[in-house]
């Protein structure tokens, strides 16, 4: 009976279950050119400036360098241009993987 009633469950589980669907990936511009950070890229959405629309900050694992690209558009249509690297008292900040 217990054999039943979990064959029964997980036969109901599997019917109502859906995979996953997700959409082709998008490369994200500044200037017109697709960012290329190398490979391991970590890219990050936050308002850096407090102007109330979301920057692109994105950690590069050539060096550990982060790169902070202002958004010049909405936060519904960013808009990026150049970049800069983040710095602490003039000093570029790096962040090592150990």
């Not at 890229?41 to 050539?62: A, C, E, H, N, R």
Request: charged letters at 10%; hydrophobic letters at 45%.
């Amino acid at each position: 009976m217990i054999l039943k009633l979990f064959s029964g469950l997980w036969l109901s589980i599997m019917v109502f279950a859906q995979m996953p669907v997700f959409n082709p990936g998008v490369m994200i511009n500044a200037g017109g050119t697709p960012i290329d950070v190398g490979f391991y890229g970590s890219p990050f959405v936050y308002d850096w400036d407090g102007d109330g629309v979301k920057d692109l900050i994105v950690g590069q694992f050539t060096g550990g360098l982060v790169r902070y690209y202002r958004n010049s558009g909405t936060n519904a249509a960013p808009v990026f241009t150049t970049f800069s690297y983040l710095q602490a008292n003039g000093v570029n900040i790096s962040v090592y993987a150990s």
